[in-house]
């Protein structure tokens, strides 16, 4: 059984900024890619960024320049550092990761979502 644990999230004025963690744990043979979505009231789900088991990172434009995604694979944990947010920033932001464990090759996992939320 394999968990994606987020914490960070909170309430921010606009201009600030915050860091969410995904911590992993469970039966994890490797951690692949992982990743960053939100989900804001009323839209679909979208990709905040991304980053493969090399370091290599990609960012959705509206958020390149502001936000940072990183990991420790040491500690099967991800992370994603946003500055300079914006109330269209507001959002429930979900962490993924792509998991081989002793079991199953490269699945999919979702944690349970943090809120973030942008006052102006």
């Known amino acids: 059984q394999v968990q994606l644990v987020e914490s960070g999230g909170g309430l921010v004025q606009a201009g600030g900024s915050l860091r969410l963690s995904c911590a992993a744990s469970?039966?994890?043979?490797?951690?692949?890619?992982m990743g960053w979505y939100r989900q804001a009231p009323g839209k679909q789900r979208e990709l905040v960024a991304r980053?493969?088991?090399?370091?290599?990172?990609n960012y959705a434009d509206s958020v390149k320049g502001r936000f940072t995604i990183s990991r420790d694979n040491a500690k099967n944990t991800g992370y994603l550092q946003m500055n300079t947010l914006k109330p269209e920033d507001t959002a429930v932001y979900y962490c993924?990761?792509?998991?081989?464990?002793?079991?199953?090759?490269?699945?999919?996992?979702w944690g349970q979502g943090t809120q973030v939320t942008v006052s102006s």
């Open positions: 469970g039966s994890i043979a490797s951690i692949h890619a």
């Open positions: 993924n990761a792509k998991i081989t464990t002793p079991f199953r090759y490269g699945v999919d996992y």
């Open positions: 980053i493969a088991d090399g370091g290599t990172a």
